[in-house]
């Protein structure tokens, strides 16, 4: 990568929260208060996508093993409401018996 590449991605990671800081914010004193609303839910999305991908593709390739039935027993773990440290111990147990499970 060339040394005029990075310094325009550079020039545009500034400009972006440059324009966040004081293009946005004044969206957000706006008489409308939808704009706050919706961007309070982003980082969830994020974080949300990013588990999903990291759970179901290895290698550019889609993969449905052992961790799907671990993130899938957290979500149901999450949904009744379980204690946080409750919910990352299940997702470990499930993920570790489904993998002893196909070993055997």
């Given amino acids: 990568m060339s040394w005029t590449a990075i310094w325009i991605m550079v020039a545009g990671a500034f400009g972006f929260k ?3 800081v004081l293009g946005l914010s ?3 004193d706006g008489p409308g208060r939808s704009f706050q609303a919706i961007t ?4 969830a999305a994020l974080f949300s996508a990013m588990v999903v ?3 179901i593709t290895t ?3 889609l993969v449905l093993d052992a961790r ?3 993130v899938g027993a957290g979500i149901v ?3 009744r409401r379980a204690p946080f440290m409750l919910v990352v111990v299940l997702t470990m147990a499930v ?3 489904v993998r002893w499970q196909t070993l055997v």
Avoid: K, M, N, Y
């Fill in 18 to 20: 440059v324009f966040g």
């Fill in 26 to 28: 004044r969206l957000a």
């Fill in 40 to 43: 309070a839910l982003i980082p």
């Fill in 53 to 55: 991908v990291q759970t």
């Fill in 59 to 61: 290698d550019d390739r």
């Fill in 68 to 70: 799907v039935w671990g």
């Fill in 77 to 79: 773990a999450v949904w």
């Fill in 95 to 97: 993920t570790a018996l």
